[in-house]
């Protein structure tokens, strides 16, 4: 074996501790679950708009796709709002489509998961603000899909699903900024790339 490729999580690390004892090339393919800290005081429409693109690009096969929320509990109502707004804009179809924002899954036992993820994570206490379901129209086709009301222990704070699944915590308050959203957004096995959205300052 020249070479070892292993994709998944902080997991993964196994097969390079295997390599390393034989001197072998390693790349590691990583997932992550980002998460976006958002405050009151940010433009609510523009800040809307670059979270949406945050975890729906590439329909969220993106491994630091941004799929924890936490927005500041005045605004948390407003900007979810203006995030299913956003997403139910989002196109689906084929993928040879120009007019396509989204394609489909690349395989039905993919569909099928995401199915499963949801349904634990409601049935676990979460809220579906938005999709959440196969869309209903020939092929393996899910919507984007917004959860609220996610608490720390909920499935879906813990497991990164690889798709345009995005959650958000209703409980930030300003009196809590620093202490409680930096500690809930380190809060996870998978790797991070955090981005807080604040004004420009004079």
């Known amino acids: 074996m020249a070479a070892c490729l292993a994709a998944g999580n902080t997991v993964v690390h196994k097969p390079a501790q ?8 390693v ?27 945050a975890v729906f690009f590439n329909k969220g096969e993106n491994c630091i796709a ?3 929320l936490f927005v500041e509990e005045s605004i948390h109502e407003s900007f979810i709002s203006k995030v299913v707004e956003l997403a139910s804009k989002i196109v689906i179809g084929d993928p040879l489509d120009r007019k396509t924002d989204h394609g489909p899954q690349n395989h039905m036992s993919h569909l099928e998961s995401l199915e499963k993820f ?9 809220t579906v603000a938005f999709g959440g379901k196969r ?13 609220t009301d996610v608490q720390d222990d909920n499935f ?18 300003k009196t809590l ?12 096995d998978w790797l991070v790339e955090c981005l807080a959205k604040i004004p420009a300052r004079p």
Do not use: Y
Not at 166 to 171: I, P, Y
């Open 18 to 25: 295997l390599c390393k004892s034989n001197v072998k090339k």
């Open 27 to 53: 790349s590691l393919e990583l997932g992550g679950k980002s998460p976006l800290i958002i405050f009151s005081d940010v433009d609510l429409n523009r800040v809307a708009r670059q979270a949406c693109d």
């Open 156 to 173: 879906a704070a813990i497991e990164e699903s690889l798709d345009q699944l995005w959650w958000s915590l209703h409980s930030m308050k």
């Open 118 to 126: 949801v349904e634990r994570a409601v049935a676990e206490g979460c």
């Open 177 to 188: 900024t620093r202490s409680l959203s930096e500690l809930t957004a380190q809060n996870s």
């Open 66 to 68: 941004a799929g924890r």
């Open 135 to 147: 869309v209903d129209r020939k092929g393996i086709f899910f919507t984007p899909t917004v959860l």
